[in-house]
């Protein structure tokens, strides 16, 4: 499940952090990859299952890993 609330997004589930700067996260998830751009992102939070980032949030895409 993935929250958003502001300048915060949630996401729950997510399998790996594959990327982390301040303006790009991207998260391996089951069966795609969740990109996250913005602006001074930062991990706020993090368990084995949710990830918690704030920041400036610009889009959030799901895409395919290659």
């Known amino acids: 499940m993935i929250t958003i609330d502001n300048q915060q997004i949630m996401v729950e589930h997510y399998k790996d952090v594959?990327?982390?700067?301040?303006d790009e996260?991207?998260?391996r998830m089951k069966d795609r990859i969740l990109m996250i751009r913005g602006k001074?992102?930062?991990?706020?939070?993090l368990s084995r299952y949710e990830i918690l980032i704030e920041g400036k949030l610009e889009s959030v895409m799901f895409g395919y890993e290659t």
């Open 18 to 22: 594959i990327h982390v700067a301040s």
């Open 25 to 27: 996260i991207h998260l």
């Open 40 to 45: 001074k992102l930062q991990v706020c939070a």
